[in-house]
């Protein structure tokens, strides 16, 4: 009777961790070009990144998260601004925009992350990947086997305890 609570015990654990999977990466639904955007001189609106991948793949800003790279979400984006293109390649938050048009008239008084600006300063090559939102806080899904899985361990080492207890008593 021992070994064979041992053995249903086991059978538990391999049934645990055959519901382990890892998670699986997302793929993003797309990119674009910092510098893909409407020309600065005709006054753009500005976008930050996840308002920019809603206009050009669809859908609202909420849909997505951003990434400056294409492998994992990181939540950052590059953006150009007026007389300043340091963000082209040092990333900010993916929801980062300034004013409500581009052209303003002086120094980082508007940023967008889709406006074609600043040729030959970094921006040409900066990239942003628009990703399908995902909540950071959303639960895993149960998998019925790892929990078939506890519940023979829990009767393999039930029985077993109890087998122990009879043994052992006067």
Not at 76 to 101: H, I
Not at 126 to 139: D, G, K, L, M
């Amino acid at each position: 009777m021992r070994w064979t609570a041992v053995a249903v015990a086991l059978v538990g654990l391999v049934l645990l961790g055959a519901g382990a999977t890892t998670a699986t990466a997302l793929s993003p639904v797309g990119s674009y070009l910092v510098s893909d955007g409407p020309y600065y001189g005709n006054a753009p609106p500005t976008y930050n990144c996840v308002e920019a991948c809603a206009v050009l793949f669809g859908g609202s800003a909420s849909s997505y998260s951003c990434s400056t790279v294409d492998s994992t979400i990181n939540h950052q984006a590059f953006v150009d601004g007026w007389d300043d293109y340091q963000f082209c390649t040092t990333p900010v938050s993916e929801t980062f925009k300034k004013n409500t048009t581009y052209t303003c008239g002086k120094t980082a008084c508007a940023y967008s992350a889709y406006v074609k600006d600043h040729i030959n300063s970094g921006c040409e090559v900066s990239r942003n990947f628009c990703f399908p939102y995902r909540s950071t806080a959303a639960a895993p899904a149960l998998s019925p086997i790892p929990l078939a899985g506890l519940g023979v361990l829990l009767i393999g080492s039930g029985a077993w305890l109890t087998r122990r207890r009879t043994r052992a008593a006067p």
